[in-house]
T-cell receptor
Framework: DAKTTQPNSMESNEEEPVHLPCNHSTISGTDYIHWYRQLPSQGPEYVIH???SNVNNRMASLAIAEDRKSSTLILHRATLRDAAVYYC?????????????FGAGTRLFVKA | GAGVSQSPSNKVTEKGKDVELRCDPISGHTALYWYRQSLGQGLEFLIY????????KSGLPSDRFSAERTGGSVSTLTIQRTQQEDSAVYLC?????????????FGDGTRLSIL
C-alpha cells in the first residue's frame, strides 16, 4: 500500500490560514487522497478527499499537485478547535480501500 | 442520526484475562473496520467486514485476537489471554459499503488497559 509523509507537528495562530502538507510520491493512478483529523480522546473524523482536482467543503480545502505526488490541506481560518492530529491517507476504491494506512500524522497546535 | 458506538469506553483488566469489545456501526453501513491505536501512535489496521464476512484476517496481531459480526450489524473483537502489549485504544469504523469512497465514520474507541 502506498505511504504518505507528513511533518510531525505544525503551529498556527488563531484566525490565520494553515497549510498542512503531505507527500505521497508512490501514489497510484487510482488512489484517492483522504484527510482525517483526530481530536484528543476521540476517534478520527473525516475532513475531505479528492483524486486530481482541488476540492472545497465547509471544513477545508484540498489542493492536489499536478503530478499528484503531494497535496495540501488548507484550513482557511484556524480556530482553537482545529487543534488536532491531521492524517493524510491514500485509499484505492478498486481494492476496497479497506486497509487504510494511517501514519503518525501532523499534530497542529493553534495559539490564541 | 446516531454515530458509531463502542462499548465499553474504558476497560481495565488483569493480564491473562479475556476481553470482548463491542461496536455498533451506523445503521445501514455494510462495511465495518477495526483499528488499534497505541499511545501517541497512528492507527494500525486490524480487520474489516463486508456484511458478516471477514475475508482477510492477516492484520490481526496474533491468534489470541478474533472478531465476528452478526446480522450485518454489531461486531465484537475478542482478545484472549490478554498481554500488557495489548493495551491500546481499539477503534471501530463503518462506511456505507466496501469499495467506494465514502468516508469511514469512527467511534470514540475503547481504551484497554492490561495490568
Amino acid at each position: 500500500d502506498a505511504k504518505t509523509t507528513q511533518p510531525n507537528s505544525m503551529e498556527s495562530n488563531e484566525e490565520e490560514p494553515v497549510h498542512l502538507p503531505c507527500n505521497h510520491s508512490t501514489i497510484s493512478g487510482t488512489d484517492y487522497i483522504h484527510w482525517y483529523r483526530q481530536l484528543p480522546s476521540q476517534g478520527p473524523e473525516y475532513v475531505i478527499h479528492g483524486l486530481t482536482s482541488n476540492v472545497n467543503n465547509r471544513m477545508a480545502s484540498l489542493a492536489i499537485a499536478e503530478d499528484r505526488k503531494s497535496s495540501t490541506l488548507i484550513l482557511h481560518r484556524a480556530t482553537l478547535r482545529d487543534a488536532a492530529v491531521y492524517y493524510c491517507i491514500l485509499r484505492d476504491p478498486n481494492t476496497g480501500g479497506f486497509k487504510t494506512i494511517f501514519g503518525a500524522g501532523t499534530r497542529l497546535f493553534v495559539k490564541a | 442520526g446516531a454515530g458509531v458506538s463502542q462499548s465499553p469506553s474504558n476497560k481495565v483488566t488483569e493480564k491473562g484475562k479475556d476481553v470482548e469489545l463491542r461496536c455498533d456501526p451506523i445503521s445501514g453501513h455494510t462495511a465495518l473496520y477495526w483499528y488499534r491505536q497505541s499511545l501517541g501512535q497512528g492507527l494500525e489496521f486490524l480487520i474489516y467486514f463486508q456484511g458478516n464476512s471477514a475475508p482477510d484476517k492477516s492484520g490481526l496481531p496474533s491468534d489470541r485476537f478474533s472478531a465476528e459480526r452478526t446480522g450485518g450489524s454489531v461486531s465484537t473483537l475478542t482478545i484472549q489471554r490478554t498481554q500488557q502489549e495489548d493495551s491500546a485504544v481499539y477503534l471501530c469504523a463503518s462506511s456505507t459499503r466496501l469499495g467506494d469512497n465514502q468516508p469511514q465514520h469512527f467511534g470514540d474507541g475503547t481504551r484497554l488497559s492490561i495490568l
